[in-house]
């Protein structure tokens, strides 16, 4: 089989990669020149375990090219899938232009039948827009050739992306004809080893699915924060109250992780897309409104710690702080909880000085110069009036506090990931500040 995968972004390049794991001929497509430079020559141009590896073993075997011509890639190939980007507009519905932008570049260019995907996670009714913008390229043209559309929303986690599309919990695909679920089935028969669905329903209802998955998920993160907060105020600890809940079996251990807020390309964008869509319906998704309203808040819990602890006015206080991309395993920083701290700790006079084992590229080219950049961990303490930890990646979890309270001012930790332990901090005499337990200090 042969495919065409738009946009090689997170969900784009795994996409590609993998289904030519599987032995399908793909050709990836990229508006950015030098991305697909760097992917011709097997370079990533993103942090994701695994993803250099396959993509090496599946150039050697050519079963994977890239390109900037659309028009090349889907002339041979019996489905596309388009997994471009999806912004939020202003105000924050989803901006479509991408998406319909490529939709009618391929009715521009389509000669033979194709199964055009909706990979990028989209409103409801989009696949329907994308039909329209074919069809009316095929008008154009005056040309009649038969497609289908199908909306195929992708459920993988950055950071374990690859893993997460090879071994699916689950593959949603909303399709209309019969001819089109022939191909998605083809397509998806190597990834049901696991004994995981492959659901197919409607479109509206594929579309839907993704929305209402990542709103849950960001429920339960500002849900559980909202309890945090009130933990610390009534002196109970989050850390017990959601071991306590998590063993219901109807509530379930994960995603119940109290921290400084979501953040990423993809809860922000999507609970903002989802609360737009039902406004335009004339439906307000109350609770929605609320995990966002949370969410923007806990973003800014720890300088609220911070302030309570040096004052308001932070002139020549210095800071160092562990973690910029939003999430550990990943060198994502879109909407990443460390941006509104950092802009909030400036602005009040702090001067910063951050480490990320991923991140350090990314957080330069959207940071510049207005904060400093360690070389390592240990690097960031020097002269820090107090650590603060963003992001959990690991090497965080075991440092030698002996060697920081060297290097530190003060020996002070603001910790947003609740990654120590406070009797233990205690007894090295450090004050500590976490999120839903008391403070030590
Ligand atoms: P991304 O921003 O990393 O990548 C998008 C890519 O599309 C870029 O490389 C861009 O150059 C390219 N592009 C834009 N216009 C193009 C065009 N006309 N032709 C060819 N290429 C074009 O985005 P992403 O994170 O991969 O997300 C893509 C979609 O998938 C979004 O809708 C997102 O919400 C959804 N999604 C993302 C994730 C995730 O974890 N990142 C998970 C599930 C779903």
């Known amino acids: 089989m042969n495919i065409a995968v738009i946009g090689t972004g997170y969900v784009g390049l795994v996409t590609g990669t993998c289904f030519a794991e599987t032995g399908v001929n793909v050709v990836c497509v990229d508006i950015d020149k030098k991305k697909v430079a760097m992917l011709r020559n097997g370079e990533v141009p993103i942090y994701e375990p695994g993803l250099d590896a396959l ?22 190939c019996d489905a596309v899938f388009i997994a471009v980007g999806t ?48 069809e009316e390229e095929l008008v154009q043209r005056g040309v009649r050739i038969p497609f289908d559309v199908a909306s195929n929303p ?24 019969k001819r089109a679920e022939k191909v998605m089935r083809r397509l998806y028969k190597p990834f049901l080893m696991n004994g995981h669905p492959l659901l197919f329903m409607d479109i509206f209802s594929s579309e839907m699915t993704k929305y209402a998955a990542n709103s849950m998920l960001a429920t339960k993160i500002s849900f559980m924060n909202d309890i945090a907060n009130l933990c610390e105020l009534v002196g109970a600890n989050v850390d017990l109250v959601r071991k306590g ?43 929605l409104k609320a995990v966002e309203a949370v969410n923007y808040r806990q973003k800014t819990t720890l300088v609220e710690k911070i302030k309570k602890h040096f004052g308001n006015d932070l002139k020549g206080k210095h800071f160092g702080l562990w973690g910029l991309a939003f999430k550990p395993k990943t060198d994502d920083m879109r909407e990443a909880p460390s941006l509104v701290i950092i802009e909030e700790l400036k602005a009040l006079g702090a001067t910063i000085r951050a480490y990320d084992p991923v991140a350090m590229h990314e957080a330069e080219r ?10 390592d961990e240990y690097d960031v303490a020097i002269d820090a009036d ?5 992001t959990e990646w690991s090497e965080f979890r075991m440092p030698n506090f002996r060697i920081l309270e060297k290097l ?28 839903g337990r008391a403070a030590v200090t």
């Open 55 to 76: 993509l090496e073993r599946n150039l050697d075997k050519n079963r994977i090219s890239f390109t900037t011509s659309l028009q090349k890639a889907i002339k041979d």
């Open 87 to 134: 912004p939020p507009d202003e105000d924050g519905s989803a901006d479509l232009k991408y998406v319909l932008g490529v939709a009618r570049e391929i009715g521009q260019h389509m000669e033979d039948y194709k199964v055009i995907i909706t990979k990028s996670t989209v409103p409801v009714g989009t696949s329907y827009k994308v039909k329209a913008a074919v």
């Open 154 to 177: 992708e459920f993988l986690k950055e950071g374990s992306a690859v893993d997460d599309f090879l071994k699916p919990d689950r593959i949603v695909v909303g399709i209309e004809s």
């Open 245 to 287: 809940i998590g063993s219901d079996s109807r509530i379930g251990n994960k995603f119940i992780y109290p921290g400084t807020g979501y953040g990423g390309s993809c809860f922000p964008k999507d609970v903002q897309a989802l609360v737009r869509t039902a406004d335009e319906y004339g439906h307000s998704l109350e609770v």
């Open 366 to 375: 959207i940071l510049g110069d207005s904060i400093e950049y360690a070389k």
């Open 386 to 390: 107090a650590l603060i930890v963003v």
């Open 408 to 435: 530190m001012n003060e020996r002070t930790i603001f910790d947003g990931r609740n990654i120590y332990d406070p009797e233990e901090i205690e007894e090295i005499g450090f004050n500590y500040y976490s999120i």
